[in-house]
């Protein structure tokens, strides 16, 4: 069985964190009370019985009057008489041990007004909220019967579905067709999809005249699309507050339990009764907002059905089951065999000393490292997310995944190490092909491999089917065209951490680049790329394909500086200007060789890295940070062996240095060209891996200095009064 402080840690909401009974720290103090009663024990055994005697005495007057051990006081605030502070006086305060007792319980008193003062605001904002979606349903009632009677289908049957609908929360009584007039005249539909033609338009000032509301289906059904998922947060939201409550009291009912055992003392029932008696425990509006929710989305959102609407309203968790982990474990098993299998193949045939082997390394190993740059880089994403699972990061929340869907770390394994199975086999079916002995060519099936696999991966990426995670899938294409379109949309955290992944596969994208001039010229019937070597449109493409990643952040950097008026995303974008002249530059460099594109190579990339490196750790990873209590990191840190930070860093500045290979043009006999661009991409790969747990912790702390735990549903009606206060 899991011991309560573990299982109180566990169950905590990681961003109200803070905002929870330092359970941990209580426990310490109840250690010093129980050192310093032992070394009191051992002192009275060594004294006289006539000191016994009166001990004895003492401690049987205490027992007559334990129950004035404590005396509870309440204070209330003078200018808000709901905020009520709770104050603890211990009355034995000099008896030995007695001062840390004192100590105990005015941390006690400390921890529980933290917490109860927390738990009154939630419930207040819950409130609001509730008013607010009050506000929607009315909205949707006068709407609905709008649209009906615009198409002149009403029935008794309608009638009596409007009647239910007016059943919202916590609404009063009026007239229903004054209500839905009222109402309709103050509403307008918000626009919660951003389009690229309504950005050029913001951007050009284009501004119509406020639409009048127009009452089609199309909007009635955005309306009942949107606010079922705005009660679904709503409702998980009160849950979480009503688990912050029953968590709190449990904790402080198990350390006032444990200090009458160990202070042998029975001031639990009295500090229970205050604790019994203040908001955290004894309002039920939480409670009562949690019927009423349930009550309105079963009537209004699943047709009545009881079972069916509690189903959607309760959070999902993405089970882990034993088929997922059979099937990874068998993946794995299958690719370590074939690359045992690779390698022998290599060695007995002697395949390295053979002519061909240079052609081979040049034409279709670029065509499979694609895949090997891919499986790196999502089981660097698996190992991620196991760490953030360890260390508590709410990576689900933070990429805004929807919730139930989001993949575990066994699962992108699966995916993983599956892709490096099938890319390994077709490896394997044209590793050392011969030419045809009559045709001197090879043969058109055997080099047509590898885009039959790269086919089949953008088929199953793109399959609508819902199989092989579509959820997944599609929130993947949905952030990728996003990067693709910066400019016209505003920019999430998936959008700019999606872009900052492509930049570390800027060799992956050469190699998609090869796949459409190596098939796309025909070259692969006689096994050479001197089409894509001699052709100068693909060189200039050579170019351009490796600055894309870097491109496209640059044009986030420069949107997020016009919506948000932060000069930091100025900074940004300048970091990523110098790194896309330094890829220039050293490309440049490797295809023109001559001492000015060396020494412009050398001085760009440097004060890129510099840039970057500065970037990376002070402002991404938020470490370095002046005067804090962990030298030259911060001061919250999940992970609790600080040199894991001073070896991330240390091993960033290193991994960053590989474009020194570039300009330095090193080479090694026992490795071919194109195997060494391979590794120098997959150390890149592996920083940015790194580099992605330390930018999700920062952004995690972020979000628990702000008490950030839910997401904002966008609401399909807006109120005149609303936007009066947003003018």
């Not at 299998?341 to 670029?366: C, D, K, S, W």
């Not at 499979?368 to 999502?378: A, N, S, W």
């Not at 050392?432 to 088929?459: G, N, R, W």
Request: charged residues 20%; hydrophobic residues 40%.
């Amino acid at each position: 069985m899991m011991r309560f402080g573990k299982e109180f840690v566990s169950k905590m909401i990681p961003e109200w964190q803070e905002t929870y009974i330092d359970y941990a720290y209580l426990k310490t103090i109840l250690q010093d009370i129980q050192t310093s009663r032992n070394v009191s024990v051992s002192n009275n055994q060594m004294k006289t019985s006539f000191a016994r005697n009166l001990t004895r005495r003492y401690n049987c007057d205490a027992s007559v009057s334990e129950s004035h051990d404590i005396v509870v006081n309440t204070v209330t605030h003078a200018a808000n008489e709901s905020r009520m502070i709770y104050q603890t006086a211990f009355s034995k305060a000099g008896e030995l041990s007695g001062d840390t007792e004192v100590v105990f319980f005015r941390t006690l008193d400390q921890e529980f007004n933290k917490v109860n003062r927390f738990y009154r605001s939630e419930v207040e904002k819950a409130r609001d909220e509730a008013l607010a979606l009050n506000k929607q349903m009315d909205a949707l009632v006068a709407f609905r019967l709008r649209v009906m009677e615009k198409k002149h289908s009403l029935s008794d049957s309608v009638f009596v579905d409007i009647n239910a609908f007016t059943s919202e929360i916590g609404s009063s009584s009026k007239s229903k067709e004054h209500t839905n007039q009222s109402v309709l005249e103050r509403i307008r539909m918000n626009k919660t999809r951003e389009t690229p033609l309504s950005t050029i338009k913001t951007i050009l000032k284009v501004h119509k005249h406020e639409e009048e509301l127009r009452f089609t289906r199309e909007n009635l059904k955005k309306a009942e699309k949107l606010l079922p998922i705005a009660f679904i947060e709503f409702y998980q939201k009160l849950g979480h507050l009503k688990n912050y409550s029953f968590l709190n009291t449990s904790a402080i009912s198990k350390i006032i339990k444990k200090y009458d055992k160990i202070a042998a003392r029975k001031a639990s029932r009295q500090y229970m009764e205050m604790v019994d008696n203040s908001y955290l425990t004894s309002s039920d509006e939480v409670h009562k907002l949690m019927l009423r929710t349930e009550s309105t989305f079963i009537e209004h959102f699943s047709n009545s059905n009881r079972s069916q609407g509690k189903n959607l309203l309760r959070s999902k968790a993405n089970k882990e089951r034993h088929r997922i982990t059979f099937s990874t474990g068998f993946f794995f098993g299958c690719s370590i065999s074939l690359i045992i299998a690779l390698v022998l193949i290599i060695h007995a045939r002697n395949i390295m000393g053979t002519p061909g082997q240079i052609t081979y390394m040049e034409t279709m190993f670029p065509l499979y490292r694609f895949f090997g740059f891919v499986v790196l880089h999502v089981i660097m994403y698996a190992a991620n997310i196991y760490f953030w699972k360890i260390y508590r990061v709410n990576y689900s929340f933070i990429f805004g995944f929807k919730q139930g869907t989001e993949l575990g770390y066994r699962h992108v394994l699966l995916l993983s190490f599956g892709l490096g199975t099938f890319s390994l086999c077709a490896a394997l079916l044209n590793l050392d092909m011969e030419m045809d002995s009559q045709t001197k060519d090879y043969k058109t099936f055997s080099e047509l491999i590898p885009l039959f696999l790269l086919a089949l991966v953008i088929a199953i990426t793109l399959c609508p089917f819902n199989i092989l995670y579509r959820s997944s899938r599609f929130f993947f294409l949905t952030a990728l065209f996003r990067c693709i379109a910066a400019p016209f949309y505003t920019v999430n955290l998936p959008d700019f951490f999606l872009a900052d992944q492509l930049t570390s596969q800027a060799q992956a994208l050469r190699s998609l680049e090869f796949y459409i001039c190596y098939y796309g010229f025909g070259d692969f019937r006689q096994r050479r790329r001197n089409t894509c070597r001699s052709n100068g449109v693909l060189t200039t493409f050579y170019f351009i394909v490796a600055v894309i990643p870097y491109w496209l952040r640059l044009l986030q950097c420069i949107r997020r500086i016009i919506e948000e008026k932060d000069r930091m995303h100025g900074y940004n974008a300048i970091k990523y200007l110098l790194t896309i002249v330094a890829a220039c530059l050293r490309t440049a460099y490797t295809l023109n060789r001559g001492a000015t594109w060396n020494i412009a190579a050398w001085v760009f990339s440097g004060v890129a890295t510099l840039y970057a490196t500065y970037w990376d750790i002070v402002v991404d990873w938020g470490l370095l940070q002046i005067g804090c209590k962990n030298s030259f990191l911060r001061d919250k840190l999940l992970v609790p062996h600080k040199t894991v930070y001073y070896a991330a860093m240390v091993l960033n500045v290193l991994l960053r240095l590989v474009w020194l290979q570039t300009v330095l043009d090193l080479k090694f006999s026992f490795l071919h060209r194109e195997t060494l661009v391979a590794l120098l991409a997959c150390l890149e790969i592996i920083r940015r891996g790194i580099w992605n747990f330390f930018r999700l912790e920062n952004e995690h702390l972020n979000n628990v200095g702000k008490f950030r735990a839910f997401k904002t549903v966008p609401l399909p009606f807006n109120y005149q009064e609303d936007r009066d206060q947003d003018n």
